[in-house]
């Protein structure tokens, strides 16, 4: 079945960049996501990539996608104390319906 | 809108009490997904419906778990009995159908029920 995997935690320092790594099994996925979670909260997308596309950019996110290798990456430029939150990456399976989450990255800013 | 609604929002009952979990999806939504989230097992997709028929209920973990969908606008998780296990935070969540750079699929959550079983 479909499978999403994430490291659990990523430590960075305010102004550094940020990179959030997925690996994904599912071949023939049509989109994939990057959602966020703050504290308390349900998750809101961030950003999203179709399948036919190798890269991404908005503002200070830029996605970059591998379908060879089923590896997806979230880059967030000059990381902010705002930013700390869990990143979950999902894909969407190939029947256009069921939406798959990895187990999300936490991220934390150090001073 | 006012997007996904859940309720309740925090929820602390005892071992083999009936939790229902509720959720309204955002109008014009065919689709709604209810997931579960811990921090062993991060976030599990329980069932999804479209158009109020469930479609896919792999992840409902036992018979002690179901779930409803009357009507287009109302949907219910339901725990009986509930065990310490179950202790999770509910998430509610709706979309509709991706198909187009239109529509990405986007999956819109509400804020959870913070369920825990004593």
């Known amino acids: 079945g479909e499978d999403v995997e994430q490291s659990l935690f990523l430590s960075v320092r305010e102004g550094d960049s940020s990179v959030i790594n997925c690996t994904y099994t599912?071949?023939?996925?049509?989109?994939l996501y990057w959602y966020k979670q703050e504290p308390g909260a349900g998750l809101q997308l961030l950003t999203y990539?179709?399948?036919?596309?190798d890269m991404k950019q908005d503002q200070r996110l830029t996605v970059l996608l591998n379908k060879k290798d089923k590896h997806l990456s979230l880059r967030i430029a000059d990381t902010q104390t705002g930013d700390s939150a869990i990143y979950f990456c999902?894909?969407?399976?190939?029947?256009?319906?069921?939406?798959?989450f990895g187990s999300g990255t936490r991220l934390s800013i150090r001073p | 809108d006012a997007g996904v609604i859940q309720s309740p929002r925090h929820e602390v009952t005892e071992m083999g009490q009936e939790v229902t979990l509720r959720c309204k999806p955002i109008?014009?939504?065919?689709?709604l997904f209810w997931y579960r989230q811990t921090m062993m097992r991060g976030l599990e997709l329980l069932i999804y419906f479209n158009n109020n028929v469930p479609i896919d209920d792999s992840g409902m973990p036992e018979d002690r778990f179901s779930a409803k969908m009357p009507n287009a606008s109302f949907s219910t998780l339901k725990i009986q009995p509930s065990e310490p296990r179950d202790s999770a935070v509910y998430f509610c969540a709706s979309s509709r159908l991706a198909g187009g750079p239109s529509n990405t699929g986007e999956l819109f959550f509400g804020e959870g029920s913070r369920l825990t079983v004593l």
């Open positions: 109008s014009g939504h065919d689709y």
């Open positions: 990539i179709f399948s036919n596309m």
């Open positions: 999902a894909e969407r399976d190939s029947s256009a319906s069921k939406i798959i």
């Open positions: 599912d071949s023939s996925s049509t989109y």
